[in-house]
């Protein structure tokens, strides 16, 4: 009987200690998946989001109307860079549209 409840409990323990591990990783997966608006910008300049080539077609798209903030933050979800949710975040969405503004303004401040 001894052996039982020795047995039981040490496999309420493990489990136990394995649980709050793999929350801890989800949460730090999910935090790693959720870029900040200026990150995100940073990586369309990069051209790290799909039909984006870098800077000049971020700016380009831009100006243009092509691309929005709505379309950088959907190509983030989609390779899994941003919750869903994030495409109604207002406030997250306005940031990304003011660094959009704020291309190509560094290249004629020097």
Sequence with gaps: MKRFI???LSILVLSAAVVPFATRTETV????????????VFLAE?????????SSDLLVGYR????SEETLVRSAIDKG????????DRQYL???RNQLRHLGTDENSG
Excluded: F
């Design 81 to 88: 860079m941003l919750a869903p949710e994030t495409i109604s």
């Design 64 to 67: 243009s109307g092509r691309i």
């Design 46 to 54: 990069r051209g790290m989001l799909d039909d984006i080539d870098g």
């Design 94 to 96: 306005r940031t990304v």
């Design 29 to 40: 997966e999910a935090a790693e998946a959720n870029v900040s608006p200026v990150t995100l």
């Design 6 to 8: 020795l047995g039981g």
